[in-house]
C-alpha cells in the first residue's frame, strides 16, 4: 500500500463524521464481526462453513477499511470555518451559482475531495467546478472546463457555514 503525504482537507463536521465513522468501525463493527466469527466456529467443521468464511472475508474488509480511514485522519487538514471570509470562495464556502448555458441556479458547498458528495451539494476543491471557484468572488463568471466544452458559472453568492 503506498501512501501519501499530500493533505485530505475536511470541514469541521466532515472531519467529525469520518472520525465517528472511524470508532463505528474499530467498536461495533469489529465485535459485530468477532461474533459472526465464534458462532459460526462453534457450528463445527471450518472447511465447509460458508458463515465462516463470509465473516473472516467482512472481517479482513472492515480491518482494511480501518487502517484506509486512520491513513485519511492521519493527512486531515482542518479547514477552520473561522477563518473563512464572503470575500472569495474556500473550502468550506457556500457559493450559490448561476449556471449562464441554462439560467439554472445551484447551491455547493466547497469542501475537500474526501467529504464531496454531489448529491448533497457537497462538491470538491479539486473537482472542474470546485477548483474554477475557489479564490473567486460574487459577480464574478467562472469558465469550467467539462467533457461537453466550456461552461460558465456566474457567482451570485459565497456563504459562511452557520
Not at 469489529?30 to 458462532?39: D, G, H, L, S
Not at 484506509?68 to 485522519?73: A, G, I, W
Amino acid at each position: 500500500m503506498t501512501t501519501s503525504d499530500e493533505p485530505i482537507y475536511y470541514t469541521q463536521k466532515g472531519f467529525d463524521e469520518e472520525q465517528a465513522y472511524l470508532d463505528y468501525l474499530e467498536g461495533e463493527k469489529r465485535e459485530e464481526i468477532v461474533r459472526r466469527i465464534e458462532e459460526a466456529r462453534s457450528r463445527g467443521d471450518l472447511s465447509e462453513n460458508a458463515e465462516y468464511d463470509e465473516a473472516r472475508t467482512e472481517q479482513r474488509d472492515n480491518e482494511a477499511e480501518i487502517i484506509r480511514r486512520h491513513e485519511k485522519l492521519r493527512r486531515a487538514v482542518i479547514v477552520g470555518e473561522e477563518n473563512l471570509t464572503i470575500d472569495k470562495v474556500q473550502i468550506g464556502n457556500f457559493v450559490k451559482v448561476e449556471c449562464l448555458w441554462n439560467g439554472k441556479v445551484v447551491d455547493y458547498q466547497v469542501v475537500g475531495s474526501a467529504e464531496a458528495n454531489p448529491l448533497e451539494g457537497k462538491i470538491s476543491n479539486v473537482s472542474p467546478v470546485g477548483a474554477a471557484l475557489i479564490g473567486k468572488g460574487c459577480g464574478e463568471v467562472v469558465p469550467v472546463e467539462v467533457p461537453a466544452g466550456v461552461r460558465e458559472y456566474k457567482i451570485l453568492e459565497i456563504r459562511i457555514p452557520e
